[in-house]
């Protein structure tokens, strides 16, 4: 494996964040709300349980990707043909909602809930054709640091306060279920989208893709 550049030392890594930079900015311009193209919840990680009932989680939507932005360095590696990318990410405001049936006192109930971060630390490696720019696969992304997730299950009229109160504590009692959840919706969402995006190739920059 060798870094792509005629540089060395700090100036490989300035030149390095600055790719992703510039990636990341392609992509705020191509991104969709994915709101329109719902994903399924792994099976494996659907269900959260609490004192009389649990939630069994169907759809997710997310919103606000376009929030992503690099933070710290980024790594670059060329191995066989492929440009791999690897750098923690950052995000604010992330939306997401999920259709969701409540099942309480032998009832089942259908929700929607929502689940908004205010700050997602997310560490991301991907790797795409150097010479086409396609062909994007996701191969790691993980949720470092997850703060502030507020916690939204609208629909219950004046019940409303209360029913929200004992869900949002049954939610909260279980934080690696809320941080695994959102961590595949964020995987999903990206894999999907990098299936469909178009990196910049070798063409598009040639002094960066220049190796000694």
């Known amino acids: 494996m060798v870094v792509f550049s005629r540089n060395k030392g700090p100036s490989v890594v300035v030149e ?3 790719f992703l930079d510039k990636i990341l900015g392609y992509m705020k311009n191509v991104i969709v709300n994915p709101s329109d193209r719902p994903l399924k919840t792994s099976d494996s990680e659907k269900n959260v349980e609490f004192t009389r009932g649990n939630f069994e989680f169907e759809e ?3 919103s606000d990707l376009n929030t992503l932005e690099r933070f710290g360095n980024c790594f670059l590696l060329k191995k066989d043909g492929r440009l791999y990318v690897s750098s923690n990410l950052m995000a604010t405001m992330i939306k997401t909602r999920f259709k969701a049936n409540m099942h309480v006192w032998n009832s089942s109930v259908p929700v929607e809930i929502g689940i908004c971060p205010n700050y997602v630390d997310i560490f991301i490696l991907f790797s795409y054709d150097s010479e086409t720019g396609i062909n994007g696969t996701l191969h790691k992304l993980e949720i470092k640091d997850l703060r502030d997730a507020s916690i939204e299950i609208p629909g219950f009229g004046i019940l409303n306060r209360a029913v929200n109160a004992i869900h ?7 934080p690696n279920y809320i941080k695994n959840t ?6 999903d969402s990206i894999s999907k989208m990098f299936t469909e995006f178009e990196f910049p190739n070798k063409h598009d920059d ?3 893709y220049s190796i000694e």
């Open 16 to 18: 390095s964040n600055r």
């Open 60 to 62: 997710g939507h997310i």
């Open 168 to 174: 949002k504590r049954a939610l909260k009692i279980y």
């Open 182 to 187: 959102l961590e595949n919706l964020i995987r």
């Open 206 to 208: 040639v002094n960066f």
